[in-house]
């Protein structure tokens, strides 16, 4: 399956020269449902996870503000909403699922993280792979409250060198409950496609980003439709700020080495949506599901992970955008 960007509206470079030059080429991953195996790059699928290797887990502790959910519910869920038709059975269920578990019952930790992606090299040539490496592995905890700053735990990179793994983990364990099934991906397999960027209006000039905002040309937008690509991304530039007033180095600086972070992953809620429908694909169909990985991050944002350009090994930082 190809999956095709639309070529941009216009050259926004001819009406700003000030912006030849600063491209970036970031990998649109474009998502989808289905059933990815350990050797494909995957959002939300099984990773290759060497057997004698223990799980990622997190040992923070955690609030549980909401009803707990079991992984088996969330993927009931899904199931059943993805039904056209719905038994009284079916209503029963979800009543039940919606109800959820006493917040009292969450265990103790450490928590085994759960899969939000796996990016295999040849797919994401974008990306600061360490030497030696050819896989990394993106995984968090289902309790984490994206709208804080998570901890180290919360949030892990796993880079490998796949031929390494020799036995695969058979069975990847499951955290008892989740905070939420928002943040627990659908099993996606990907469609990567290169794109290019030009920088949102934070990372321009002052006066340019202010140029750029007084031009208009009819429903083109350059935040939306002329920028940064919707939808979840590798590498690329830094997604704009929709609640943000600015995002200075300090909260993207490495926590182990205080090097100013670089845009590495995105994670969107939508492929594209009213304001970025210039970004949907050719190949998709009107009326095709824009949010393929039912996935949420805090109340419909974009999050992005920043690599450390010293060592891409340290933990990442994320921000809320």
């Not at 896989?135 to 031929?163: H, K, M, Y």
């Not at 009326?287 to 974009?302: E, F, H, K, N, Q």
Request: hydrophobic content about 35%; overall charge negative; charged content about 25%.
């Amino acid at each position: 399956m190809t999956l095709t960007t639309p070529p941009r509206p216009l050259d926004v470079a001819a009406l700003f020269p000030e912006l030849v030059g600063m491209t970036r080429t970031a990998t649109r991953l474009h998502p989808r449902p289905g059933s990815p195996t350990v050797h494909e790059s995957s959002v939300g699928g099984p990773l290759l996870w060497p057997a004698g290797e223990p799980w990622a887990s997190c040992s923070q502790e955690h609030d549980a503000p909401f009803e707990l959910n079991t992984p088996e519910e969330v993927r009931t869920l899904r199931r059943i909403r993805a039904l056209d038709v719905w038994t009284d059975e079916d209503h029963a269920e979800v009543s039940r699922i919606h109800a959820g578990h006493d917040p009292a019952l969450l265990p103790k930790g450490p928590h085994p993280l759960i899969p939000v992606a796996q990016l295999y090299a040849r797919d994401v040539p974008d990306l600061p792979f360490p030497e030696g490496t050819d896989l990394l592995q993106v995984l968090w905890c289902p309790f984490i409250d994206i709208e804080d700053q998570p901890g180290t735990e919360s949030v892990q990179l796993r880079w490998r060198r796949a031929c390494d793994v020799a036995e695969v983990l058979a069975a990847a364990p499951e955290p008892a409950y989740v905070g939420t099934y928002e943040l627990v991906p659908v099993p996606c397999v990907l469609h990567p496609e290169r794109v290019r960027e030009y920088p949102a209006a934070h990372d321009l000039d002052r006066e340019l980003a202010e140029r750029i905002g007084r031009w208009t040309d009819g429903s083109l937008d350059y935040r939306d439709d002329l920028s940064v690509a919707a939808g979840w991304k590798a590498g690329g530039w830094a997604a704009p700020f929709t609640f943000r007033d600015s995002g200075g180095p300090e909260e993207l600086r490495c926590r182990e080495c205080s090097a100013v972070g670089e845009p590495l992953l995105t994670l969107d809620h939508t492929e594209w949506q009213g304001e970025t429908s210039s970004w949907r694909p050719v190949e998709e169909p009107q009326g095709a599901s824009a949010a393929p990985t039912d996935l949420t991050v805090g109340r419909g944002y974009t999050l992005q992970f920043y690599g450390c350009p010293t060592d891409p090994r340290h933990p990442p930082v994320t921000v809320m955008q």
